[in-house]
């Protein structure tokens, strides 16, 4: 089955800062690759999403970057706000309707004033 | 839109009785919903997958006579927690797939919180 990494586990930045998490998965077949952010006791919220017909996907502050070549996929949010503040998932799935995700194990971001 | 709501939100309830928690997808047909479990500062952790009409598919060590799960309509799927115990205490969460547009995507309910005592 599929199997998806994330790091870090944590990151620091101060406001204005760039941050970035890096996701490697294990299955080519792997073909959608969302990101999710969850506040603490909140529900994870789509952020941003890929598909492996395309590299990067830009949306405000916010891009992801895919590598199929390499299996990897990273998400870019630029100029860091204090509601940045969260856990981010990435996640990988064969798409379609009806194909499960796998979550790496999060990341939670801290952003500093 | 997307929206899927989730109830009851927080539960607490004794050891060894029953609690069912619904999933609703308020705004489009779900035409498959997923269970997950999450512990506190741990990733989800998918139990079920549910189409409508037709049985659940569990994950590997997941109890299906334990956690019973309904998916009698395109827009609710229900979870049952059968003789709760203290290590079932966690936080759960669904989620729904099937929006137009975007049949891939998941969107998620707020969550239920079970306290088993």
């Known amino acids: 089955g599929e199997n998806v990494e994330q790091h870090p586990s944590t990151l620091s930045v101060q406001e204005g800062d760039s941050a970035v998490i890096k996701c490697t998965y294990s299955?080519?077949?792997?073909?959608?690759f969302p990101w999710y952010k969850q506040e603490l006791g909140k529900r994870p919220q789509l952020i941003i999403d890929?598909?492996?017909?395309?590299g990067e996907k830009k949306d405000q502050r916010i891009a992801v970057t895919l590598n199929k070549t390499a299996k990897h996929f990273s998400l870019h949010i630029t100029e860091t706000q204090p509601e940045d503040s969260a856990v981010y998932f990435c996640a990988a799935s064969r798409g379609g309707g009806g194909n499960k995700l796998t979550f790496g194990t999060g990341t939670q971001l801290k952003v500093e004033l | 839109g997307a929206v899927v709501s989730q109830h009851p939100s927080r539960v607490i309830c004794k050891s060894g009785t029953s609690v069912k928690i619904e999933c609703r997808s308020l705004?489009?047909?779900?035409?498959?919903m997923f269970w997950y479990r999450q512990f506190p500062k741990q990733s989800l952790m998918l139990m079920a997958t549910?189409?409508?009409?037709?049985?659940?598919?569990?994950e590997q060590g997941v109890e299906k006579d334990k956690f019973l799960i309904n998916h009698a309509s395109l827009t609710l799927s229900t979870l049952t927690v059968t003789s709760a115990h203290p290590e079932d205490s966690s936080f759960y969460i669904c989620?729904?797939?099937?929006?137009?547009?975007?049949?891939?995507?998941?969107?998620f309910g707020p969550g239920t919180r079970l306290t088993v005592l």
């Open positions: 890929i598909r492996s017909n395309v």
């Open positions: 989620s729904a797939q099937g929006a137009s547009g975007s049949t891939d995507t998941q969107y």
């Open positions: 705004d489009f047909q779900a035409t498959t």
């Open positions: 299955d080519s077949a792997s073909n959608y």
């Open positions: 549910s189409n409508e009409g037709s049985k659940a598919t569990y």
